[in-house]
C-alpha cells in the first residue's frame, strides 16, 4: 500500500533544490506505515477507535 504522493514529494524536492531517488518512496511508505502501527495499537490499547494527532 502507498500512503505518499510521488509528486508532492517531488515538488518539495524541487523547491529544495534536491532530487529524489527512486528507492525514497519505499522508505517513507515504510516509515508511514511504523508510525500509523504505533499510533493504532494506542488507539487501541486506549479502548478507542479514533486515530487522533497525539497518538503519533
Not at 509528486?7 to 524536492?13: G, L, M, S, W
Amino acid at each position: 500500500m502507498s500512503f505518499v504522493v510521488k509528486k508532492a514529494i517531488q515538488d518539495y524536492a524541487k523547491k529544495k533544490n534536491l532530487q529524489v531517488s527512486g528507492d525514497f518512496y519505499g522508505a517513507v511508505d515504510k516509515k508511514i506505515e511504523m508510525m500509523l502501527d504505533a499510533a493504532a495499537k494506542r488507539t487501541s490499547e486506549n479502548k478507542r477507535k479514533t486515530l487522533k494527532g497525539y497518538d503519533l
